[in-house]
């Protein structure tokens, strides 16, 4: 009985694994913020707020849209600064995307690439009150959480969001945002850490530990910062922008592999846990580890996670 147990249950995840990398043969092609219809805007936004008027999936007191935010926030330490950062949030990303088809979206994931907007990212069209997500938060317009102040999003389509949560805190609040560079001042929001010519010479790195510390610790945490506001701590998914910044994230990726797929597509090295800089080597990540999903979507290895156009995930940039 025991035997016969152990051999259906191995099959059952051979043939899980088999699923995952099947080719996808029509796979989405995900756009560019400014490159969808008005449209395709318009139903993205809308499923935005669908996701915020959804219960949780979680059983928490809260909606689909914090969800997002809690799951990002309670596993922040395990997935940053370590080598499954890149296919977490791939995958992560993901499940949000399914959660938008779920509310009646139509389209695929945009990505907003910042590097088109570097030289002056406070003007970037992305902020437009029509035509983009809204802008910088309003000084006039403020909500206190604890002793911070946070300055509320009052255009745009997502000025009305209330995320439930700020870091490990229940605290409803504005959407805030907070632009700056680093210091009390807007200036170039850090854009010279995110231009094409930062891009281009990290993705020269040859090996997938040296381009996943490289893009982490400088773009991807420099429009983190800039912004400011909810997309400062770990809580930042409270703001719709870290999604399509983080789509963006792994398109760089995509496109890394993409040069030379038979040497990256399942390249993958790095720590796996946090390094605590007390003497000990943290384990080596491998590609059978699990990534969590603490209940948003079923727990993966991460070498399902390597290639896009897969029946699991199917989309292309």
């Known amino acids: 009985m025991f035997l016969t147990e152990m051999l259906l249950f191995a099959l059952a995840m051979s043939s899980a694994l088999a699923t995952a990398v099947v080719p996808c043969p029509e796979p989405a092609l995900r756009k560019e913020w400014r490159q969808l219809s008005v449209q ?6 809308k499923a ?29 330490s395990q997935i940053h600064f370590v080598a499954s950062f890149l296919p977490w949030h791939r995958y992560y990303v993901h499940v949000y995307e399914q959660a938008l088809k779920e509310c009646g979206y139509e389209g695929s994931m945009a990505y907003w690439d910042w590097t088109l907007d570097a030289r002056d990212p406070a003007h970037s069209t992305i902020w437009d009150a029509r035509t983009g997500i ?34 490990d805190d229940r605290a409803p609040h504005c959407l805030s945002r907070g632009f700056n560079n680093g210091t009390e001042y807007i200036d170039n929001m850090l854009g010279p850490q995110y231009t094409p010519s930062v891009i281009k010479g990290i993705s020269k790195l040859r090996d997938y530990d040296s381009y996943r510390t490289s893009l982490e610790s400088g773009p991807h945490g420099a429009v983190h910062s800039a912004i400011g506001g909810d997309m400062s701590p770990a809580t930042s998914p409270n703001d719709p922008i870290f999604f399509m910044h983080h789509t963006q994230i792994d398109r760089l990726w995509w ?29 080596a990540a491998t590609l059978n580890d699990l990534l969590p999903m603490l209940g948003m979507a079923k727990d993966l290895p991460i070498k399902q996670l390597m290639k896009t156009q897969t029946s699991l995930l199917c989309y292309r940039y």
């Not at 008027?53 to 969800?67: C, F, K, Q, V």
């Not at 910088?136 to 206190?144: A, I, M, V």
């Open 40 to 45: 395709e805007q318009s139903g993205y936004a």
């Open 48 to 76: 935005v707020h669908c996701l915020a008027a959804t219960p949780s999936r979680l059983g928490l007191n809260t909606t689909l849209y914090d969800d997002f935010a809690y799951v990002h926030n309670k596993l922040n």
């Open 255 to 283: 496109l890394w592999q993409q040069e030379m797929p038979s040497n990256r597509t399942y390249d993958f090295s790095g720590i796996r846990t946090q390094d605590n800089f007390d003497g000990k080597t943290p384990p």
């Open 134 to 167: 809204g802008g910088n938060g309003n000084p006039n317009h403020t909500n206190l959480v604890g002793k911070d102040k946070y300055e509320c999003v009052t255009d745009g389509p997502f000025r009305n969001l209330r995320p439930a949560y700020l870091q």
